[in-house]
């Protein structure tokens, strides 16, 4: 059993675990977080595995880019036409919880945020 077998985003790409999700394509997929933080709070991931922001090398740059390049379209899809935030938690130091890379879209008015940054 490898790392993958054991990942919760790896298993919501396989389709094993049911997300809400808000686009699709071959190389990733964004999906509401399901403890949302502000109004508009969902999640970008590259469907292969990689741990962290980290670990990506060159060979990470297409998807990292189409993710950023992404998240301004699905947040003012949303509803998030006064901005958004966008955050990559890596490593235990920086709050990440989970170990596949993925990015946080957070948006909504500011006074309404539950907490601090995922």
């Given at each position: ?61 297409g998807v990292l880019a189409r993710m950023l390049l992404k998240a301004p379209q699905l947040a003012r899809e949303a509803g998030c036409g006064n901005g958004f935030r966008t ?32």
């Amino acid at each position: 059993m490898n790392a993958q077998d054991n990942c919760i985003f790896c298993r919501i790409v396989a389709g094993q675990i049911p997300s809400r999700k808000l686009y699709e394509d071959d190389d990733m997929v964004a999906f509401h977080d399901i403890h949302p933080k502000a109004p508009v709070h969902f999640l970008i991931i590259p469907k292969s595995h990689v741990e962290s922001l980290n670990e990506c090398g060159e060979g990470e740059g297409g998807v990292l880019a189409r993710m950023l390049l992404k998240a301004p379209q699905l947040a003012r899809e949303a509803g998030c036409g006064n901005g958004f935030r966008t955050v990559i938690n890596t490593g235990p130091d920086g709050g990440q919880e989970v170990y596949h890379l993925h990015m946080h879209v957070l948006g909504g008015p500011r006074v309404e945020w539950k907490a601090p940054l995922p």
